[in-house]
């Protein structure tokens, strides 16, 4: 019984790969990927007030290795905007009478502006930055302007964790609970729906009958995306009613792009159940793609905690974009201009699959 | 026998990896004819069957199926072909009706809900239109593949091996269909390894390791053989084969019921080498080689041949 097994084992090679390759590419993600002590976020920096003080700031938190300062916005409007985008994570805004009020012992506010969609991604930069306060312009304050040295602090550190004031895990987790459950059912379903065909022999009977691979294709896709409407619903309904989400923006819009994001999937799906001999294979395929996109997306673990190679594996990811869609839409309420940079990616993927599904579409048995 | 013909192809030959499955065969079938095609386990008749239909895409060869070019038209040609594959491939978690009613639409058949109402009834089966196809006995699943298969009313039917598994009556039933069919001017190609099933149909061809070995009629592919046969029943049969499996010009043996049959294409020979050991203990008798004969003969040539 067990030498048979294992000449079965051998015999099938993908399930071999797979049992082999998932443990690698989970010891891989795990180990080498995720940090949950994310560094080096990408922080705007507007300053009204250019002096030694704001200087020796910015140099500071450059020095911190918590922020990167990749932006200098003109204006508040700008700020706002790059934080809805998320393409920055913090924004620090040092005011305009920053160093009068320093001088004068006023304590002034330096106000940082926090992307907090996920608590855990901005935690330890705020504790980080909170350190600093105290003793950041120590250097500065030298000679006659020692008497301002700390006890108190020079100045306030006011921070402002925007969509998530409260830091609630669930308004992050609740909405990317949508694209995780569509990709995993999605994928799931229609990688097994064309592998079935074949494995039941009923496939040999609908090759031999004039049916158009676009309408086997279609007729596997369409049903499922009434399914994954239904678990839209169910979501947003548990988001709103259950867990309290908050939820800002506008929902038909999300309903209308989740259909991109449902296409994706599906076609993923279709494209190994052209590849999968038997439903088994298809199903651990499944599970090879599920696999990195709940760790690379930044579901699970912040995105920009990830080293760089495991953050372009995730940017390839369609579930990646669509948790920047959903939070975005649900948490920031951002409209369709602040999303659009995460739609086409989406959209390429799905392209790329399908012509990928299509070509590997064999419509004989050859 | 000047009516069109439904299938004329010359040269089908078919490789999968190094091996050739299917070996430079022609066909050629006239309409309402019914057409048995025969040969052992692996000989290429399904494959056969699969590049007609445009399943397969032939390696070489050429030739038209009702008129179409089967390299190039292949599509069309799947609109008027009826084709049961070997194993039951109908939705088994369907019922009948519905099962009926899919394969309807997938061919565009027009007025649909007619359609199937006409081939339930033909076939006996509104009783049971609600019940799941997967729970169907292998009678009823046969009666269901080839009555979805006549649906969309084909020019010819491409049945590859419809009775297997199917119990006597059934079976009878199954033939006297495809002959009123037939009548009706449907053109059918049958695989088969029933004998009794090979003599039912209007012309065989018998291949072998992908090799075409005979055809014609009962009668042609029987005198094409060129066998002689003596039937001997008796006492102690099983040691007499031994004896005469070793005896010169008998080429094979056969066991039939009570009876051997040992056959030979060298009739004088056989007549001779046979004279010895024609012992009053046994009848001995000559007889006309039936197709089984025939065919095991003709598999054993072809063995020598090509293996």
Redesign the interface.
Known sequence: MVSKEFIQMRRDRVTFAMMIGIPMIQLILFGFAINSDPKHLPTAVYSADNSVFSRTLVWALRNSSYFDIVREPRNEGEIQRMLAQGSVQFAVHIPVDFSRKLLRGEQPELLLEADATDPSAVGFAISAINSLTQSVLNRDLTGPLNRLRPSPAPFRLVTHPHYNPENITQYNIVPGLMGVMLTMTMVMITALAITRERE????????????HPGEVILGKIVPYIAVGYVQVFLILLASKYLFHVPIVGSVPLLLSLVLLFITANLAVGIMFSTVAKNQLQAVQMAFFFFLPSLLLSGYMFPFRGMPLWAQRIGEVLPLTHFLRVVRGILLKGNGLSEIARDLWPIALFALGMVALGIKRYRQ??? | MDSPLVIDVEGISKRFGGRTVVDNIPMQVRRGEIYGFLGPNGSGKTTFLRMLCGLLIPDGGSGRCLGLDIRTEAAKIKKQVGYMTQRFSFYEDLTLEENLDFIARIYGVSRRKEAVEKSLERLGMTARRRQMAGSLSGGWKQRLALSACLIHEPQLLLLDEPTAGVDPKARREFWEQIHQLAASGLTALVTTHYMDEAERCHRLAYIAYGRLLARGTVGEVVAAGGLSTWQVAGPDLPALAEHLRALPAVEQVVAFGATLHVSGRDAARLRSSLMPVMTPGHRWEEIEPGLEDVFISLMDAAKDNFV
């Open positions: 039941r022999g009923t496939m040999e009977n609908l090759l031999s009958t004039p049916v004989t048995l050859d």
